[in-house]
């Protein structure tokens, strides 16, 4: 008996695998970043492989569909971020972006990102915007932010002091960090006396620490990053600050950073948080251990971070067996964070990934046990205590009834940056309408080649 054509196509069509709900049979991640200027560390390639550990672990693929980590240099613009990001999703067909440093870059790219309907994945970038007024239906802020950091921070004014005083660079991360200092050094029964705000990238800080010192605080609080937070250590320490007893925190110093400030003897003392350090579990010093096989370094919290993101997203595109974001991300937010970033970490529908973090202080060069044993832990701040509640944040696509219950908000439209209201049905995303469109294909093929098989049968 022979088989009509549509039935033979429509058992082709069948027994497609997994990868053809995949765009393009690809997974591509664009990794964007600061690869010149002085956010870069060493070789400027750690983002990249902390991205592609993540891939490897799945063989560098899933259902047959290749993964691809590519890369880019923002220069710290966010002009020159959006032309990048444009062209990745418009002409490269880039699934997600990763990292991005420099939150005014991720501004830029947030947006470009929320328009189209495409993943970012934050490691990098501090402002809480981006799980407030900023938020989208498929970022996700990883890591870190400026409100977890000032939160933190003031956990500890009673072993640091009452008096404080805040150097802050002129730009989005350091004034909302600034602010959400000011805000809970208070609350715990602080008060900071001044602050002084320097521009990007500024070489010599003394005149800065100068004015730090003389406010008489006790504590001196650097809410800047990169080279400037570098700069800022070691003026505090040729000026004699630390010497002189006055507390030197530097708000946002990645573990890495340490050697280039001078080592323990500069930094021993110093209190900071970090969400994440090598030596928090065994599976976070496996990670380390191939992270420095690669670059020669151990990562800081940035770039185990980073792991973790594009690992739990490449895990909820197996899962889904799709790169379509809208599953991927609903399978995220159900899935608990256990990996070697985090333990018991939640996505929340704003894109909070809630995770504890850890007061530390940097241990003399006395206590350290080999050359990357930097910090002893003081506390571990719960999640919940540390980053701001969703009902808090503002963000649009989370109604005040679901942000209270921290459960998914219902959306008019999901790629789009308006409130939810529930009574208008959400727009499908494009897969889902090609998903449709082939079905019809499909389904016309069947009877059109079904009626001209019977016609041949009865000519």
Same mark, same amino acid.
């Given at each position: 008996?022979?088989?009509?054509?549509?039935?033979?196509?429509?058992?082709?069509?069948? $027994?497609?695998?997994? +990868? !053809?709900?995949?765009?393009? &049979? *690809? %997974?591509?991640? =664009?990794?964007?970043?600061?690869?010149? #200027?002085?956010?870069?560390?060493?070789?400027?390639?750690?983002?990249?492989? $902390?991205?592609?550990? +993540? !891939?490897?672990?799945?063989? &560098? *693929? %899933?259902?047959? =569909?290749?993964?691809?980590?590519?890369? #880019?240099?923002?220069?710290?613009?966010?002009?020159?971020?959006?032309?990048?990001?444009?062209?990745?999703?418009?002409?490269?067909?880039?699934?997600? %972006?990763?990292?991005?440093?420099?939150?005014?870059?991720?501004?830029?790219?947030?947006?470009?990102?929320?328009?189209?309907?495409?993943?970012?994945?934050?490691?990098?970038?501090?402002?809480?915007?981006?799980?407030?007024?900023?938020?989208?239906?498929?970022?996700?802020?990883?890591?870190?932010?400026?409100?977890?950091?000032?939160?933190?921070?003031?956990?500890?004014?009673?072993?640091?002091?009452?008096?404080?005083?805040?150097?802050?660079?002129?730009?989005?991360?350091?004034?909302?960090?600034?602010?959400?200092?000011?805000?809970?050094?208070?609350?715990?029964?602080?008060?900071?006396?001044?602050?002084?705000?320097?521009?990007?990238?500024?070489?010599?800080?003394?005149?800065?620490?100068?004015?730090?010192?003389?406010?008489?605080?006790?504590?001196?609080?650097?809410?800047?990053?990169?080279?400037?937070?570098?700069?800022?250590?070691?003026?505090?320490?040729?000026?004699?600050?630390?010497?002189?007893?006055?507390?030197?925190?530097?708000?946002?110093?990645?573990?890495?950073?340490?050697?280039?400030?001078?080592?323990?003897?500069?930094?021993?003392?110093?209190?900071?948080?970090?969400?994440?350090?090598?030596?928090?579990?065994?599976?976070?010093?496996?990670?380390?251990?191939?992270?420095?096989?690669?670059?020669?370094?151990?990562?800081?919290?940035?770039?185990?971070?980073?792991?973790?993101?594009?690992?739990?997203?490449?895990?909820?595109?197996?899962?889904?067996?799709?790169?379509?974001?809208?599953?991927?991300?609903?399978?995220?937010?159900?899935?608990?964070?256990?990996?070697?970033?985090?333990?018991?970490?939640?996505?929340?529908?704003?894109?909070?990934?809630?995770?504890?973090?850890?007061?530390?202080?940097?241990?003399?060069?006395?206590?350290?046990?080999?050359?990357?044993?930097?910090?002893?832990?003081?506390?571990?701040?719960?999640?919940?205590?540390?980053?701001?509640?969703?009902?808090?944040?503002?963000?649009?696509?989370?109604?005040?009834?679901?942000?209270?219950?921290?459960?998914?908000?219902?959306?008019?439209?999901?790629?789009?940056?308006?409130?939810?209201?529930?009574?208008?049905?959400?727009?499908?995303?494009?897969?889902?309408?090609?998903?449709?469109?082939?079905?019809?294909?499909?389904?016309?093929?069947?009877?059109?080649?079904?009626?001209?098989?019977?016609?041949?049968?009865?000519?």
């Amino acid at each position: 008996m022979r088989i009509p054509g549509a039935a033979v196509l429509l058992a082709a069509i069948l $027994a497609t695998p997994a +990868a !053809a709900q995949i765009s393009d &049979n *690809k %997974i591509k991640i =664009a990794v964007l970043d600061d690869f010149s #200027g002085q956010y870069c560390n060493g070789n400027c390639m750690g983002p990249v492989t $902390a991205s592609r550990i +993540a !891939a490897e672990e799945f063989g &560098n *693929k %899933i259902a047959g =569909a290749p993964i691809e980590i590519i890369w #880019g240099d923002h220069q710290n613009k966010p002009d020159a971020a959006a032309a990048l990001v444009s062209k990745w999703f418009d002409v490269e067909q880039v699934d997600a %972006i990763a990292d991005i440093t420099n939150s005014s870059v991720g501004l830029a790219a947030n947006r470009i990102a929320r328009d189209r309907g495409k993943a970012v994945l934050m490691s990098s970038t501090g402002s809480p915007d981006f799980t407030g007024k900023e938020c989208a239906p498929y970022t996700t802020q990883w890591t870190f932010d400026t409100y977890q950091f000032g939160k933190s921070i003031a956990e500890a004014v009673p072993q640091l002091g009452k008096t404080w005083f805040i150097v802050t660079p002129d730009y989005l991360f350091g004034k909302t960090l600034e602010a959400n200092v000011r805000k809970f050094v208070t609350a715990a029964g602080g008060k900071v006396v001044g602050s002084v705000v320097h521009p990007f990238g500024t070489n010599d800080m003394s005149s800065f620490m100068l004015q730090a010192q003389s406010s008489g605080a006790q504590v001196i609080a650097l809410a800047n990053a990169g080279g400037d937070l570098t700069n800022a250590i070691k003026t505090a320490k040729e000026f004699g600050l630390v010497d002189a007893g006055i507390k030197i925190v530097p708000l946002s110093l990645d573990l890495p950073f340490i050697d280039g400030i001078g080592g323990l003897n500069v930094a021993q003392g110093m209190m900071m948080t970090l969400p994440w350090y090598p030596g928090l579990k065994p599976e976070a010093m496996e990670f380390a251990v191939k992270f420095k096989k690669v670059q020669g370094v151990m990562p800081g919290y940035l770039m185990a971070g980073l792991y973790s993101v594009v690992h739990n997203y490449l895990l909820a595109i197996k899962a889904t067996g799709t790169d379509n974001p809208k599953p991927v991300f609903a399978k995220m937010r159900e899935t608990p964070v256990n990996d070697a970033f985090a333990t018991g970490g939640k996505l929340r529908p704003d894109g909070r990934m809630v995770h504890d973090v850890y007061l530390v202080q940097v241990k003399k060069p006395s206590e350290s046990k080999g050359p990357d044993d930097f910090v002893k832990l003081i506390a571990t701040i719960p999640g919940d205590k540390a980053f701001r509640p969703m009902s808090e944040g503002g963000c649009p696509f989370v109604t005040t009834k679901v942000a209270a219950a921290e459960a998914p908000a219902p959306a008019a439209h999901p790629d789009k940056l308006t409130p939810a209201k529930p009574e208008v049905a959400p727009s499908a995303p494009a897969s889902e309408d090609h998903t449709t469109l082939i079905i019809v294909v499909i389904v016309v093929v069947i009877v059109v080649g079904g009626g001209i098989y019977f016609w041949r049968r009865k000519s």
